[in-house]
Each structure stands twice: as structure tokens, then as C-alpha cells.
């Protein structure tokens, strides 16, 4: 088998060929499905390898004093001899994995093989095709968990322990001062203890990060910015913990843990940062100062990791391996999110080289995952997640013409910001359309609703709206993650839908919508992908007119940031940023394009929501979206170009388009707000509903945008191209 290994001397790493481990009594044998780099504690040791012997011993004065007592007690040449071959030999790297158990030693009883496990520990889970990990560093990953997200495990344990050192309290507001790893984990860990966190950082990207996964505010340490946002939070008092999770050899973290902490607070050390403490400092303020070690109790002592003699319960509550499993649920229940930290996945045949661009600064990562032979888009949690475009042969009973005269009822399911600016004031002012009735969770945004567009009615009985059999079309407006189920449930009921984007958020809810058009027979259907209908876009696609060969689009969207509390921001309830609007994009490109894509690729870079997502189409052509929040303001949102067959289209916002062929054609420039193509939808969709024709998009293509959306999410996971599937 191959392991990842380092010659602490030469610093030299290599991926070697050893033997396989035998599978001992009292642990399993694990074959790796992907390893965490910790980006701070193993690049510390990696980088600690390339020094000179002067700087090694500089670096770690422990190891020197352990040299000089034994030179006092061997003498100089065979203190000299050991350490010699002490440095001059491979050491492993690694402490954090998931795999598959492959056999299952004697005394082993809670899992079998075949089985996937989160491992612990820098002698047993290491970066290495095999490991033997005995039972008590070891801990099942809950069902439905990506293996590539259980490799966090012991990382996350490690944040865990420091969480708890310090004690936290609803209501209370802590100081996280390092923003890598540990620290972005530790911020999740806080904030779901019901903790205001205020960040600490000097990289911008963290900061955001941090904020994207709930801390109140981030800034420089040498700013202003986290002093006057711990002054507001805490009326001037002070935060309740700081949590060490910085490294280095500054002294700059104890120094504003003092400043920045109340009267008697806790300070506690997680990372490995200089402490020389202030001892005024810290003597007038009475603060308590604590070590956080490892991954918990049982941590170093040979008899529970090696022997598996766990600690009872009820004496010790969270073990070293209680701990593990706590974090692996947090993370299965979406309460800890571990997706945006990974900043880069690499073949582990690539260690070597990875491990030379994180020390060379070449890839800037907050996390990075080696993934193994075997362990590819289609093998592992790709397979599982990557989605199928299968659209169910149905035989759909057309509803017929309506009478000349009579109006298509509509019902509103949801009132909120998008429906009452850019729905509905195109659907109030339309001949033929009856605003019947709104449905809100909420009596007052129905009442509202009601007033200002004038529904019949206005309730909050879902179920009343949905057995109305003289509501034509029902439009589902709601909040991402119910998006699904209401679709489902408005098909069933016989209507025809208009849904927003997203139309599902998982392979599951796609299958659950299907599965209701199979059942009901009715595939009256369409998602809110607007763009396709813009009249500058149309008239620009008709001029560029048809191709013979593969063409190449690419989509520049500057999605911009957030404000903060945008519900955007809860992505372990409503999807990622991308999910929720990227079908947008994939749909205009395949619209453009006259096809569905077979295959999609995303990348993201490290410490923000950026995404570059590469669609490729049957015919070759292939659209490359660059979806970014960190673009200036004053740019454009959408430019996209189109390049085939000896001619260009540009689109600009919305505001302008040109056609470059033989002869130029650029359009002249709007002159009211932008036109994105929903009246024209609308129009198009209240048209099929009243005549009985066909919907403005057909169910294949909106299931192929949606399935390649999700598509995003798989190809972060797994690292490798996601291939979409197709039936009928």
C-alpha cells in the first residue's frame, strides 16, 4: 500500500510503498476513502522539516532540552548517534480520516465490514491507503454523511474539546481570534451553543467565511473594527471566552485576549500560539486562563487508546471518541458546516505536490482533502448524489381550452419580497388573470398581499386553496427548502404550477416531483428560469441565428455579497447560494446552447462562495459559468458571451447586446429598468394554462437544469466531473 511519509532531516516528503498494517485485536482495519490536511498543525511540522538544524532546535526548545539530558546521561556520541537516526527516518503525516472498515479484529463488536468510520489519531489515521485504528479512535459516520465530509471528524473534535474548555453560555459573546480550521469550526460550534461570536483575523477572506458561518462581525486584530463590535455587543464589559485557535510566533493574540476580555472571563488556548502573559493584564482582570487538549479525555493515555478502557459515562461524560461522534452528528444534522472549508481536493498519488504548493503558498486553502484510488465522482458519495435526469413517460390528460371570456384563476402560495416586485404587479394589471386567492404562513403578509393586489382571499389554509377545483394554477413562492414538497403536492391536486427557482434543493425532492407527475399524470409544470424569456436576449439569439459547430459561452454573474441575515445565509436549511440561483444561469446557457448538458464540473476557490462551473453538451459545446461574490459593486451582475462558427454574441446586463457576424448588430439601449424576461414568462405560462397547450419549457429540460444545479454540489464534494445521466 501507499503512505504519505516525511525525512524530519532532509525534509524530504514522498509517497512510499510500506507493507499493509495487520488488523490487531481491539481495533479495525480501515481502508481510506479521504484524509484532512490540517493546513496548520501538519504544514507547521512540514515546514519545521525544511529548516536547518539551528532552526529546528529554535523552533522546538522542548526537543533541545530532552537532547541535553540525554547527553548528560549517555554522553555526547551516542546522544549524537540517536538523534541522527532519529531525524534521518520517515516519519507518517496525518490524524484525520474516513473510510470503509475492510476486516474487523477480535473484541471489535459495533461494526462490521463494509462499514464507513471517522478515524482519529497521528499513529492511526494517517494519510495512507490502510489503517489499523483501534476502537476507541474510531466512530461510525451516520447515515446519509459524505465520506468527505466525516474525514472532519478529528478536526472537528479538536474544536469541539476547546468549545467546551471554555464553558459557553446562551447569551454569551466569545472572541475567536485565528480564523483557519479550527477557528472557522470553532465559530459553527458557538454559534450553535447560542454564542455571539466576534471573529479575529488578518486575511479578508476568512473573515467573510466566518461571517458566512455565523459570526456577528470578523476584522483585522490590528484594526479597530473587533474592539468596537466587542464594545457594542457586550455594552463595554467585555466578551465572556477567547478561544486561542492562532499559531505563530506573535505575541498579539494573549495581548488582545486581555484587552477584549471581561472581568474575569475565560481565555482558552487551542491552537499553538506564544504565550507570554501579560501579568498585569491578566492579574487585574482575574482571568482564567485554560489548555484545551486534543480531541478530549482519554487523549495520550495509552490504556484508552490503545487498550480500548473507555472512561464510564457518568464520570466522563465527553471522551476523546464521544466527542468525535458528537461532531459527526452535528455535521450529518446540518448544524455544522463543513462544505464551504474546503478549499481543495487532491488525488492522493498528488501529496507531494499538494503538500509543496500549500508550504510555497502557491494553493491558499483552509482545508484541504486527499482523496483515494477508487474514490471518484462515480465511485463514492458522487454516485450517490450525483443526479439523474429521468423523466417519467406520463400520459398527460390536457386540460382543455377554456371558454372564450373566462379568466385563469391563480392562487399564490407565499407573498414574499420577489412575488410582490416582480410577479405580481405583471399578473394584477393582465387581462383574463383572476388573483384568487394568497396563502401565506403568516395572516398579515396575506392581508397585505390581499390590499395591494387584489386577491378574492386571503388565508393560511394551504389545504383549502389546494382542494379548490376552480384555482387553475397555483404559484409556489416560498422559501427554497419547501419548493419540493408544495410542487408535489399542487401537481397531485391536479393544477398546473409555477414554481421559483429552485425547483428541489436534493436528488430526492427532483425524484419526489417526478414521482407526482407519474402518479397525477399532469406535468403542467414550469420553473421561474426567466432570462430565456427576455426580449434582448431573444432578439440577440434569433440574429446570431443557427450554428453548424460546438460552441464555447461563458457566463460572468457578480452575484455580490449578502447582507447580513439574509435567509440566503442558512444553507443547511435552504441550500447553497448557488442552488438556490444558479438554475438561472445552466438554463440560459442550455437555452442558448438548444441543449441539455451531459456532464458538469465545479470548482471553488479557497474562502468564499466563488463557484466555476464547466457544462459540456452533447455536441461538444461547453459553457463556463464564473459565479462570484467578490467582484466589485459598480460591475455589471450578468455579461455573458457566445463564440461559434465565426461569429459572437455579448449580453450586458440586460442593457445591451451585439451580435458580431458578417455585419455588426448592437442594440440600442433600454430605456427603462431591465427587462429579464418575466412578464414575457408570465405571459407565456397564463397562455398554456388558459389554452391547453403546451408548457413555455418542457418537464425534460427543467429536470436537466435542476438535476445539473445539484450536479454543482456533488462535483465540490467529489473533487471530479459529475456525468448527468438521461431517460425517458
Same mark, same amino acid.
Request: proline share 5%; charged share 20%; aromatic share 6%.
Given at each position: 500500500?501507499?503512505?504519505? !511519509?516525511?525525512?524530519?532531516?532532509?525534509?524530504?516528503?514522498?509517497?512510499?510503498?510500506?507493507?499493509?498494517?495487520?488488523?490487531?485485536?481491539?481495533?479495525?482495519l480501515v481502508r481510506s476513502a479521504f484524509s484532512l490536511i490540517s493546513t496548520g498543525t501538519e504544514l507547521m511540522k512540514v515546514s519545521e522539516a525544511g529548516m536547518s538544524m539551528l532552526g529546528k532546535a529554535r523552533s522546538r526548545p522542548d526537543q533541545v532540552a530532552k537532547v541535553m539530558q540525554s547527553v548528560a546521561t549517555n554522553g555526547v556520541p551516542a546522544t549524537y548517534r540517536k538523534v541522527m537516526g532519529k531525524l534521518d527516518s520517515y516519519t507518517p503525516l496525518g490524524y484525520s480520516l474516513?473510510?470503509?472498515?475492510?476486516? !474487523?479484529?477480535?473484541?471489535?463488536?459495533?461494526?462490521?465490514?463494509?462499514?464507513?468510520? =471517522?478515524?482519529?489519531?497521528?499513529?492511526?489515521?494517517?494519510?495512507?491507503?490502510?489503517?489499523?485504528?483501534?476502537?476507541?479512535?474510531?466512530?461510525?459516520? #451516520?447515515?446519509?454523511?459524505?465520506?468527505?465530509?466525516?474525514?472532519?471528524?478529528? +478536526?472537528?473534535?479538536?474544536? /469541539?474539546?476547546?468549545?467546551?474548555?471554555?464553558?459557553?453560555?446562551?447569551?454569551?459573546?466569545?472572541?475567536? @481570534?485565528?480564523?483557519?480550521? @479550527?477557528?472557522?469550526?470553532? +465559530?459553527?460550534? &458557538?454559534?450553535?451553543?447560542?454564542?455571539?461570536?466576534?471573529?479575529?483575523?488578518?486575511?479578508?477572506?476568512?473573515?467573510? &467565511?466566518?461571517?458566512?458561518?455565523?459570526? %456577528?462581525?470578523?476584522?483585522?486584530?490590528?484594526?479597530?473594527?473587533?474592539?468596537?463590535?466587542?464594545?457594542?455587543?457586550?455594552?463595554?464589559?467585555?466578551?465572556?471566552?477567547?478561544?486561542?485557535?492562532?499559531?505563530?510566533?506573535?505575541?498579539?493574540?494573549?495581548?488582545?485576549?486581555?484587552?477584549?476580555?471581561?472581568?474575569?472571563?475565560?481565555?482558552?488556548?487551542?491552537?499553538?500560539?506564544?504565550?507570554?502573559?501579560?501579568?498585569?493584564?491578566?492579574?487585574?482582570?482575574?482571568?482564567?486562563?485554560? $489548555?484545551?487538549?486534543?480531541?478530549?479525555?482519554?487523549?495520550?493515555?495509552?490504556?484508552?487508546?490503545?487498550?480500548?478502557?473507555?472512561?464510564? @459515562?457518568?464520570?466522563?461524560?465527553?471522551?476523546?471518541?464521544?466527542?468525535?461522534?458528537?461532531?459527526?452528528?452535528?455535521?450529518?444534522?446540518?448544524?455544522?458546516?463543513?462544505?464551504?472549508?474546503?478549499?481543495?481536493?487532491?488525488? $492522493?498519488?498528488?501529496?507531494?505536490?499538494?503538500?509543496?504548493?500549500?508550504?510555497?503558498?502557491?494553493?491558499?486553502?483552509?482545508?484541504?482533502?486527499?482523496?483515494?484510488?477508487?474514490?471518484?465522482?462515480?465511485?463514492?458519495?458522487?454516485?450517490?448524489? =450525483?443526479?439523474?435526469?429521468?423523466? #417519467?413517460?406520463?400520459?398527460?390528460?390536457?386540460?382543455?381550452?377554456?371558454?372564450?371570456?373566462?379568466?385563469?384563476?391563480?392562487?399564490?402560495?407565499?407573498?414574499?419580497?420577489?412575488?410582490?416586485? /416582480?410577479?405580481?404587479?405583471?399578473?394584477?394589471?393582465?387581462?383574463?388573470?383572476?388573483?384568487?386567492?394568497? +396563502?401565506?404562513?403568516?395572516?398579515?403578509?396575506?392581508?397585505?398581499?390581499?390590499?395591494?393586489?387584489?386577491?378574492?382571499?386571503?388565508?393560511?389554509?394551504?389545504? =383549502?386553496?389546494?382542494?379548490?377545483?376552480?384555482?387553475?394554477?397555483?404559484? !409556489?413562492?416560498?422559501?427554497?427548502?419547501?419548493?419540493?414538497?408544495?410542487?408535489?403536492?399542487?401537481?397531485?391536486?391536479?393544477?398546473?404550477?409555477f414554481v421559483e427557482k429552485p425547483l428541489a434543493l436534493t436528488e430526492d425532492d427532483l425524484s419526489g416531483v417526478l414521482a407526482a407527475v407519474e402518479e397525477s399524470g399532469n406535468d403542467r409544470l414550469q420553473v421561474g428560469f426567466n432570462r430565456r424569456f427576455a426580449p434582448l436576449l431573444q432578439e440577440a439569439k434569433k440574429r446570431f441565428g443557427a450554428r453548424t459547430g460546438p460552441a464555447s459561452l461563458r457566463y460572468l454573474v457578480n452575484a455580490g455579497r449578502l447582507d447580513h441575515g439574509s435567509?440566503?445565509?442558512?444553507?443547511?436549511?435552504?441550500?447553497?447560494?448557488?442552488?438556490?440561483?444558479?438554475?438561472?444561469?445552466?438554463?440560459?446557457? *442550455?437555452?442558448?446552447?438548444?441543449?441539455?448538458?451531459?456532464?458538469?464540473?465545479?470548482?471553488?476557490?479557497?474562502?468564499?462562495?466563488?463557484?466555476?462551473?464547466?457544462?459540456?453538451?452533447?455536441?461538444?459545446?461547453? =459553457?463556463? @459559468?464564473?459565479?462570484?461574490?467578490?467582484?466589485?459593486?459598480?460591475?455589471?451582475?450578468?455579461?455573458?458571451?457566445? +463564440?461559434?462558427?465565426?461569429?459572437?454574441?455579448?449580453?450586458?446586463?440586460?442593457?445591451?447586446?451585439?451580435?458580431?457576424?458578417?455585419?455588426?448588430?448592437?442594440?440600442?439601449?433600454?430605456?427603462?429598468?431591465?427587462?429579464?424576461?418575466?412578464?414575457?414568462?408570465?405571459?407565456?405560462? %397564463?397562455?398554456?394554462?388558459?389554452?391547453?397547450?403546451? /408548457?413555455?419549457? #418542457?418537464?425534460? *429540460?427543467?429536470?436537466?437544469?435542476?438535476?445539473?444545479?445539484?450536479?454543482?454540489?456533488?462535483?465540490?464534494?467529489?473533487?471530479?466531473?459529475?456525468?448527468?445521466?438521461?431517460?425517458?
Amino acid at each position: 500500500m501507499k503512505q504519505v !511519509v516525511q525525512n524530519y532531516k532532509s525534509g524530504e516528503l514522498a509517497v512510499l510503498d510500506v507493507p499493509v498494517p495487520g488488523c490487531k485485536p481491539g481495533g479495525v482495519l480501515v481502508r481510506s476513502a479521504f484524509s484532512l490536511i490540517s493546513t496548520g498543525t501538519e504544514l507547521m511540522k512540514v515546514s519545521e522539516a525544511g529548516m536547518s538544524m539551528l532552526g529546528k532546535a529554535r523552533s522546538r526548545p522542548d526537543q533541545v532540552a530532552k537532547v541535553m539530558q540525554s547527553v548528560a546521561t549517555n554522553g555526547v556520541p551516542a546522544t549524537y548517534r540517536k538523534v541522527m537516526g532519529k531525524l534521518d527516518s520517515y516519519t507518517p503525516l496525518g490524524y484525520s480520516l474516513c473510510g470503509v472498515v475492510e476486516q !474487523v479484529g477480535a473484541g471489535v463488536d459495533d461494526v462490521k465490514v463494509g462499514d464507513l468510520v =471517522a478515524c482519529a489519531g497521528n499513529e492511526h489515521a494517517l494519510h495512507a491507503e490502510l489503517n489499523w485504528v483501534p476502537k476507541n479512535l474510531y466512530a461510525p459516520v #451516520p447515515d446519509g454523511l459524505a465520506p468527505s465530509h466525516a474525514a472532519f471528524g478529528t +478536526v472537528g473534535s479538536i474544536a /469541539m474539546q476547546g468549545v467546551r474548555q471554555g464553558e459557553p453560555q446562551l447569551g454569551e459573546v466569545a472572541l475567536v @481570534i485565528g480564523l483557519g480550521l @479550527i477557528g472557522q469550526l470553532v +465559530v459553527q460550534l &458557538l454559534t450553535a451553543s447560542g454564542v455571539r461570536v466576534v471573529g479575529a483575523d488578518p486575511d479578508p477572506a476568512r473573515c467573510e &467565511l466566518a461571517e458566512r458561518l455565523g459570526a %456577528v462581525a470578523c476584522g483585522d486584530p490590528a484594526s479597530a473594527a473587533v474592539e468596537t463590535a466587542v464594545a457594542e455587543l457586550t455594552g463595554g464589559h467585555g466578551v465572556d471566552q477567547v478561544y486561542l485557535a492562532a499559531g505563530g510566533g506573535s505575541n498579539q493574540p494573549v495581548e488582545l485576549a486581555a484587552r477584549l476580555c471581561r472581568d474575569r472571563g475565560r481565555v482558552v488556548d487551542i491552537g499553538k500560539c506564544r504565550l507570554d502573559l501579560p501579568w498585569n493584564a491578566y492579574y487585574e482582570k482575574e482571568l482564567d486562563v485554560r $489548555f484545551s487538549r486534543s480531541y478530549g479525555p482519554g487523549r495520550y493515555d495509552p490504556e484508552y487508546e490503545l487498550e480500548g478502557r473507555d472512561y464510564p @459515562i457518568g464520570y466522563v461524560r465527553w471522551t476523546e471518541r464521544r466527542n468525535l461522534a458528537c461532531f459527526l452528528d452535528l455535521v450529518a444534522r446540518d448544524k455544522v458546516d463543513v462544505e464551504p472549508l474546503v478549499s481543495h481536493i487532491a488525488d $492522493f498519488d498528488d501529496a507531494v505536490e499538494t503538500y509543496q504548493r500549500l508550504k510555497d503558498g502557491d494553493l491558499k486553502a483552509v482545508a484541504v482533502l486527499f482523496r483515494y484510488p477508487g474514490q471518484t465522482a462515480g465511485k463514492t458519495e458522487a454516485e450517490a448524489v =450525483a443526479p439523474a435526469v429521468t423523466v #417519467p413517460a406520463v400520459n398527460v390528460q390536457r386540460s382543455p381550452a377554456r371558454a372564450a371570456g373566462t379568466p385563469v384563476r391563480l392562487a399564490f402560495i407565499g407573498a414574499g419580497n420577489y412575488a410582490t416586485s /416582480m410577479l405580481l404587479p405583471h399578473l394584477s394589471a393582465r387581462d383574463g388573470v383572476e388573483l384568487s386567492t394568497v +396563502v401565506t404562513t403568516t395572516a398579515l403578509s396575506a392581508a397585505n398581499a390581499q390590499r395591494k393586489f387584489g386577491f378574492a382571499q386571503a388565508t393560511t389554509d394551504l389545504d =383549502a386553496v389546494l382542494g379548490d377545483k376552480s384555482i387553475d394554477a397555483v404559484f !409556489v413562492v416560498t422559501r427554497h427548502s419547501s419548493h419540493a414538497d408544495l410542487t408535489r403536492k399542487a401537481l397531485l391536486a391536479g393544477k398546473a404550477v409555477f414554481v421559483e427557482k429552485p425547483l428541489a434543493l436534493t436528488e430526492d425532492d427532483l425524484s419526489g416531483v417526478l414521482a407526482a407527475v407519474e402518479e397525477s399524470g399532469n406535468d403542467r409544470l414550469q420553473v421561474g428560469f426567466n432570462r430565456r424569456f427576455a426580449p434582448l436576449l431573444q432578439e440577440a439569439k434569433k440574429r446570431f441565428g443557427a450554428r453548424t459547430g460546438p460552441a464555447s459561452l461563458r457566463y460572468l454573474v457578480n452575484a455580490g455579497r449578502l447582507d447580513h441575515g439574509s435567509w440566503y445565509l442558512q444553507q443547511g436549511t435552504e441550500g447553497s447560494r448557488f442552488a438556490g440561483e444558479g438554475g438561472h444561469f445552466i438554463d440560459t446557457a *442550455s437555452w442558448l446552447l438548444d441543449a441539455d448538458p451531459v456532464s458538469v464540473y465545479a470548482v471553488a476557490p479557497s474562502g468564499n462562495e466563488d463557484l466555476q462551473v464547466v457544462l459540456r453538451y452533447p455536441d461538444g459545446s461547453t =459553457a463556463a @459559468i464564473s459565479y462570484v461574490t467578490t467582484g466589485a459593486a459598480g460591475f455589471p451582475k450578468e455579461t455573458l458571451d457566445l +463564440v461559434a462558427d465565426g461569429k459572437v454574441l455579448q449580453l450586458d446586463d440586460f442593457v445591451r447586446a451585439s451580435v458580431y457576424d458578417r455585419k455588426r448588430w448592437v442594440s440600442s439601449r433600454l430605456p427603462k429598468a431591465r427587462d429579464k424576461g418575466q412578464n414575457a414568462e408570465l405571459a407565456a405560462f %397564463v397562455k398554456a394554462v388558459r389554452t391547453g397547450g403546451p /408548457m413555455p419549457v #418542457p418537464l425534460e *429540460s427543467l429536470v436537466a437544469t435542476t438535476a445539473a444545479t445539484l450536479a454543482v454540489q456533488a462535483g465540490l464534494a467529489g473533487g471530479a466531473p459529475v456525468t448527468l445521466a438521461r431517460a425517458r
